[in-house]
């Protein structure tokens, strides 16, 4: 998968691998982390209460 990335750069390091498959790792975790904050904030702007009093 990492190998026919055009983007990707040739490997250095017996260890490139497994940085290139963190760097994917992490970059899927932030978006996936953004996806969920922003309905997070969609449903919090659609559903929320207007007009309610508390005494």
């Known amino acids: 998968m990492v ?7 040739a490997r250095a390091s017996t ?3 497994n940085v290139g498959a963190l ?3 992490l970059l899927l975790s ?3 982390c953004a996806a969920i904050f922003t309905m997070i ?3 919090a702007l659609k559903y ?3 007009g309610i009093q508390v005494e």
């Open 30 to 32: 932030t978006l996936m």
């Open 15 to 17: 260890g490139a691998g």
């Open 41 to 43: 904030l969609v449903f």
């Open 3 to 9: 190998d026919n990335f055009p983007l990707w750069p």
């Open 23 to 25: 760097y994917i790792f």
């Open 48 to 50: 929320r209460r207007r």
